[in-house]
């Protein structure tokens, strides 16, 4: 990630250009997991626009924005809540600028790609 954006910033994480949504049903307790993935652009200054993929696993609740063609993101902040006592959540993603967006989950995986979005 540092590799790609040496000065990475999460309030620079802007346009949302895929959502997946992949649920899990557990046949021997009737339970059910799910994950969600995004991947978002960074508003960079070059002519090249990195993306950063989140992989959120074990998602216990996800509030999401009204889902238009074009989704922007504004403020984005990735807490630890560990020490929350909410059971089975780990962390929470949340936008606090325009969009609803707010995702509480047991794991948080981040991947950054090189690429250039047209």
Not at 61 to 85: C, F, I, N, T
Request: aromatic letters at 10%; one cysteine or more; charged letters at 25%.
């Amino acid at each position: 990630m540092l590799r790609i954006v040496p000065e990475f910033d999460f309030y620079k994480l802007r346009r949302i250009i895929r959502l997946q949504w992949d649920s899990h049903c557990n046949p021997e307790n009737g339970t059910a997991d799910a994950d969600l993935i995004l991947t978002i652009a960074y508003d960079a200054q070059s002519a090249s626009t990195p993306q950063f993929t989140f992989r959120f696993g074990g998602v216990a609740r996800a509030k999401l924005p009204e889902l238009l063609p074009s989704v922007y993101l504004s403020e984005v902040e990735v807490e630890d809540l560990h020490g929350s006592q909410l059971e089975n959540i780990r962390f929470r993603l949340k936008d606090y600028g325009q969009t609803e967006l707010e995702i509480e989950c047991k794991s948080v995986e981040m991947i950054a790609h090189d690429s250039k979005i047209q």
